[in-house]
Nanobody, 129 residues
Framework: QLQLVESGGGLARPGGSLRLSCAAS????????IAWFRQAPGKEREGVSC????????KYVDSVKGRFTLHREKAKKTVFLQMNSLKPEDTATYYCAAYTIVHPDLCMILPRTRDYDFWGQGTQVTVSS
């Protein structure tokens, strides 16, 4: 079973940066596209971005486009979410999730949590002055 572990969360000031990591425990990591979600208190979990199996394709929701960047390091079996120009509204618990997809260069932010095969435990991001 694939295990995902997020890290890198913490406190940042508005305009600051954080880099989140999603590390996988199994060699089959390459079989999965990865998506990042976030959930703020009292709000529904929302998809933020995804990266394809190959790492060549990424997608971002409008609220983070131009500020967040995904990168996949296959040798480390890790996906990194670089978050720049952080805003207070980015405050949330961030989760990575994995799902199988045949095409190596496609990813989609699947809307339903049950569409994902594996989830991490989450890492807290707080943006405050």
């Amino acid at each position: 079973q694939l295990q995902l572990v997020e890290s890198g969360g913490g406190l940042a000031r508005p305009g600051g940066s954080l880099r989140l990591s999603c590390a996988a425990s199994r060699l089959e990591f390459g079989d999965y596209a990865i998506a990042w979600f976030r959930q703020a208190p009292g709000k529904e979990r929302e998809g933020v971005s995804c990266i394809s199996r190959s790492g060549e394709s990424t997608k971002y929701v409008d609220s983070v486009k131009g500020r967040f960047t995904l990168h996949r390091e296959k040798a480390k079996k890790t996906v990194f979410l670089q978050m720049n120009s952080l805003k207070p509204e980015d405050t949330a618990t961030y989760y990575c999730a994995a799902y199988t997809i045949v095409h190596p260069d496609l990813c989609m932010i699947l809307p339903r949590t049950r569409d994902y095969d594996f989830w991490g435990q989450g890492t807290q991001v707080t943006v405050s002055s």
